[in-house]
């Protein structure tokens, strides 16, 4: 069987692309193997039952979770990884951080900076990350703000918005970056639902313009619309992967659809 490594072609290279990738915590083993890539301009939808492994994969790929074992390559390079005690260790910390830059993430509980206003979450990284002038980046910042509709709070602080706000403004951080590659871990699980309207129509936006996107969601429908392709987690395994024609449409793989049946009915 060709593994991802192998499977590149001179115009359809993977951006992320994982080889034998292995977790655990103690003598749980939480990853255990994931042959995966992901190419440019596809959004791909993570979906499984808790604990499958969805966040810790998504957090293994911008080494935010230490894998255990494996390989990984971002954007046609191997990262260097070495052997540790209990996990693999960064090798080249000046090329994870490089790499960091255009892998951005996006998390459940928004992340933003309590004592900053919105502005300033946003032009915190550019700065001081990529080192680029601040009347540059609070132009950007400004127009990103005005691209998810928060114009009006980039003088607020987090604690004055309310939720779909800070995701909103969390997005608009990650995407000051520039980034080629992003990564979303269930945006809208800590939300009301009366708020997740705004956050995934902000998603669906990205997803429209061809953005690389790594989608941990709960989100049926939205998974089902706007996914390139579905990754199904089961118990630490890939357990289905396919179009979601092909897996929302019932019959290709009885553990997804038997996944599927279970969450429609809780």
Not at 26 to 47: M, Q
Not at 215 to 231: C, N
Not at 242 to 254: A, V
Request: proline residues 4%; glycine residues 10%; aromatic residues 6%.
């Amino acid at each position: 069987m060709t593994s991802p490594m192998q499977a590149n072609t001179a115009n359809t290279s993977p951006v992320i692309a994982t080889e034998g990738l292995r977790k655990h915590f103690g003598t749980v083993e939480v990853l255990k193997g994931i042959d995966f890539s992901a190419r440019d301009g596809e959004v791909i939808s993570i979906l499984g039952a808790s604990g499958s492994g969805k966040s810790t994969f998504l957090r293994c790929l911008n080494l935010l979770e230490m894998p255990s074992a494996g390989r990984l390559h971002i954007f046609g390079e191997e990262v260097g990884l070495r052997a540790g005690k209990d996990r693999l260790r960064i090798a080249n910390r000046r090329q994870v951080d490089r790499l960091r830059t255009q892998v951005a993430m996006v998390f459940q509980n928004f992340c933003l900076w309590s004592h900053m206003t919105v502005l300033e979450n946003l032009m915190e990284a550019p700065v001081h990350v990529q080192g680029r002038s601040r009347a540059e980046i609070r132009d950007e910042a400004e127009a990103m703000l005005a691209r998810v509709g928060l114009t009006a709070r980039r003088d607020a602080y987090p604690a004055q918005l309310s939720g779909g706000q800070q995701q909103r403004a969390a997005i608009a951080r990650a995407l000051v970056m520039k980034p080629r590659v992003l990564l979303f871990d269930e945006p809208t699980s800590a939300l009301d639902p009366e708020l997740v309207g705004e956050v995934l129509k902000v998603m669906r936006d990205l997803a429209d313009e061809g953005r690389t996107m790594l989608i941990v969601t709960h989100e049926m429908a939205f998974a089902r619309d706007v996914s390139s392709r579905i990754l199904f987690l089961d118990q630490g395994q890939i357990g289905a992967e396919g179009t979601p024609q092909q897996l929302f449409g019932g019959g290709h793989n009885p553990r997804f659809d038997q996944f599927v049946s279970r969450f429609n009915q809780g």
